[in-house]
């Protein structure tokens, strides 16, 4: 039987098998975990998320809950099992991280054309098609293959995950529940500060000791996961500006706006556990409870997962790949995930999604799908593949990725406008390859 390569089972892996297995194709996915883990996971499921929990906006008005949504239509494995284990969190989809992966896990272990091989691949398998979905934290070995075989040095930059504490362990009497700006109920818990604890927080955060990296190798950082100490560094208030901002939060019984307020949000379902929105970090783990109990109300936190920082690797897409998503010398081979040079958990499943409906199509013989510009999907997978390849960097789905509206149109409306444009696009495309996507 006709089969298709799946290496990885991380987010875009997953989503890739699950889409091809979907079609009616045999999948053999492989996955390193548990034999070998990484420096970051901590479990043997699949699709784990190892930084925050949440997947982000859902409004179609921001271009993440647009992509979603698209992913949804086409019946994405990750967003069904991200709203099966759905927590509150405002205008944000979070998950029960454990709930969410667990079923990620069981639909593909259950599914009979999905074959799970649980071992690590350190050279790329002669068999075609194969969908490279390593992540960015593909073993050593195989990043050394990788890199032989693409002839290209490697592309790192530096991310971080956030602490998490319990909830019991928490100050009451110092924090409070609510959303900014009111916005989707009391799902965040506050710890507000004034002037004189903020500024205590920021003089001991920007002269706390990091971790040492690894392989003496140059710091690079994303953009929309900067370590809470380098952001610091910039300035006295670039923390309220980012994520300290106290703009939208009032403190009960009072008119009064903090400060600079932290902010935490559930980490599972039974809101035992909460993480510290925007404090991905590098210091050393006692740095982290030394400092961090400086907040009001986490005096005495229980942290059950401090901080950690690990090396994310991408290829460079715009040299490497088409907007299918296969090389370009190598048309039976695909890339997908966070290793393409996308950024987020959406993206990386989203880049699965499109690697595993085209690694099928190349199966059967049919030419690959590239998915409109004006859709976010395929907003997303233009730009890693016409990027300058010369300062390539990730990506985030955002609306500036779209092509621009043929007419004038008032800012207030323009998101709008753009995600109406863009199901609509999906709507077309999607009839138009009927048999192939329905």
């Not at 045999?26 to 883990?37: A, I």
């Not at 980012?242 to 009072?254: Q, R």
């Not at 993480?275 to 409870?289: A, C, D, I, S, Y």
């Not at 961090?292 to 059950?304: C, H, R, T």
Request: hydrophobic share 40%.
């Amino acid at each position: 039987m006709e089969e298709v390569i799946v290496i990885g089972a991380g987010l875009a892996g997953s989503e890739a098998a699950w889409q091809i297995a979907a079609r009616g194709s045999k999948v053999v996915l492989y996955e390193m975990r548990p034999q070998k883990m990484t420096p970051a996971h901590q479990s043997e499921f699949f699709a784990e998320l190892v930084c925050s929990n949440s997947l982000r906006a859902v409004s179609l008005h921001n271009a993440v809950g647009l992509l979603k949504e698209e992913m949804r239509q086409l019946n994405s494995l990750i967003v069904k099992c991200a709203l099966e284990s759905r927590i509150p969190a405002g205008g944000a989809l979070a998950v029960d991280r454990d709930d969410f992966s667990r079923r990620v896990t069981e639909s593909l272990l259950k599914h009979p054309l999905v074959e799970v091989r649980s071992e690590e691949i350190v050279h790329l398998p002669e068999e075609r098609p194969v969908i490279i979905a390593t992540g960015p934290l593909t073993s050593v070995s195989l990043a050394r293959s990788l890199e032989s075989f693409t002839g290209l040095g490697k592309l790192y930059f530096y991310d971080a995950a956030a602490p998490i504490v319990t909830y019991e362990s928490i100050n009451q009497d110092r924090v409070f529940f609510a959303s900014r700006y009111g916005k989707g109920g009391e799902d965040y818990l506050n710890c507000p500060m004034n002037r004189e604890e903020y500024e205590l927080f920021w003089s001991e955060l920007i002269r706390g000791e990091p971790a040492l990296t690894k392989d003496f190798e140059k710091e690079i950082y994303f953009e929309g996961c900067m370590p809470i100490e380098v952001m610091a560094k910039r300035g006295k208030d670039t923390l309220r500006y980012g994520p300290l901002k106290p703009v939208g939060i009032t403190v009960p019984d009072s008119e009064r706006r903090p400060y600079a307020v932290v902010q935490l949000r559930k980490d599972n379902r039974e809101g035992t556990l909460y993480n510290m929105v925007g404090f991905q970090t590098r210091l050393k783990w006692p740095e982290q409870k030394r400092i961090f109990s400086i907040i009001p109300g986490l005096e005495k936190a229980e942290f059950v997962r401090l901080g950690v920082m690990h090396r994310n690797i991408f290829i460079n897409s715009p040299l490497l790949l088409e907007a299918t998503l296969q090389m370009k010398e190598h048309a039976g081979i695909f890339w997908a995930g966070q290793i393409t040079g996308v950024e987020g958990y959406v993206e990386s499943a989203a880049m699965g999604l499109a690697a595993g409906v085209n690694a099928y199509f190349y199966l059967k013989g049919k030419a690959p799908l590239v998915f409109p510009p004006e859709t976010a999907l395929g907003a997303l997978t233009h730009y890693i593949t016409t990027a300058d390849p010369q300062n390539f960097q990730p990506m985030n789905i955002n609306f500036g990725l779209f092509p621009p509206l043929l007419y004038n149109i008032s800012k207030k409306r323009r998101k709008e406008v753009l995600a109406k444009r863009s199901l609509e696009k999906l709507s077309s495309f999607r009839k138009k390859f009927s048999l192939l996507l329905a």
